[in-house]
């Protein structure tokens, strides 16, 4: 059997910014229905890869392919439309809104245009769109666990809360593909819990593919199909949690003295 071609590839991506070059020929694939993190040291590209991907950076050189068609030159909105959605590493909500109208902002697009939306509500359309929408909505609402504060005024909640009504924002324009800055940035232990079983759940209930960058090892190794690790820009490593955990140049680059530790077992230890 043919196996399915992939959701999103990024085929040999370099981007450079004057005289530093932030990505290198950087090529990877994410499976259609997999959680696939990017993970490496601080300046490793791992921002600049995603934002070659949501359109906010081209690539200086390389494509994108999402979902059999080359969006390298694509707008950032018109990638949102097809299906390609976002949260970011800071939060990126409208504080003085409602939880509710957070969410509902980013449907807009679903709905039809103004001037339909107009003419189909005089002809009795516009409700049952409305409704749906609506129900799509709370549905969102229940499995993020958020009913609690759909009311309250979204800059007055924790940050932990804040961080999964951005997720539901995200998830309410119903992408293909969802990229995940830095989901657990900040959060207290529980927390991250709680978000790690909400992307699994995203993952395998909703069948949403996730591209995540997190700092959090644990986690990533956890809750991944596959993970990609870069170093300074350039692609050093990319399998199974287990095979990248076991990759010596990973361990090198990304744990740092991991080699040192297994050498020095005649030294006595000093941590
Ligand atoms: N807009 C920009 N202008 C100039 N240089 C940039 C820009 N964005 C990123 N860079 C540079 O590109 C390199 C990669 O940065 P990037 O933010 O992608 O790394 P990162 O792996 O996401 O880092 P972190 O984990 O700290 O978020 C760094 O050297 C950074 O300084």
Not at 17 to 27: N, P, Q, S
Not at 98 to 107: A, E, K, Q, S, Y
């Amino acid at each position: 059997m043919e196996a399915e071609a992939p959701i999103l590839v990024a085929d040999r991506v370099s981007l450079r910014f004057g005289g530093v070059r932030a990505l290198t020929d950087v090529a990877f694939d994410v499976r259609r229905g997999e959680i696939f993190s990017i993970i490496g040291p601080n300046g490793a590209g791992k921002t600049s890869m995603v934002n070659c991907v949501s359109g906010r950076y081209r690539p200086t050189e390389g494509r994108i392919l999402f979902d059999g068609r080359d969006i390298t030159r694509t707008s950032t909105s018109r990638r949102a439309a097809l299906g390609i959605g976002r949260t970011f590493q800071n939060l990126a909500l409208f504080g003085h809104m409602t939880v509710l109208d957070n969410i509902m902002v980013g449907r807009h697009h679903l709905l039809r245009s103004g001037f339909v939306r107009g003419m189909a509500y005089w002809l009795g359309g516009a409700q049952r769109e409305e409704l749906t929408h609506r129900r799509e909505v709370e549905e969102i609402i229940d499995f993020l666990e958020i009913q609690h504060v759909r009311k309250a005024i979204a800059g007055t909640l924790s940050y932990g809360l804040r961080k999964r009504v951005e997720l539901a924002r995200a998830v309410a324009v119903k992408p293909k593909l969802i990229l995940l800055d830095e989901p657990m940035a900040g959060m207290n232990l529980e927390e991250k819990e709680d978000m790690a079983r909400f992307i699994v759940d995203l993952n395998e209930e909703w069948g949403m593919t996730v591209l995540m960058i997190e700092h959090d090892m644990g986690v990533v190794m956890d809750i991944s199909h596959r993970v990609m690790v870069l170093d300074f820009g350039k692609r050093i490593a990319a399998g199974t949690p287990a095979e990248v955990l076991a990759d010596p140049h990973v361990r090198r680059a990304y744990l740092g003295e991991a080699d040192e530790v297994v050498h020095d077992e005649s030294e006595p230890a000093t941590a």
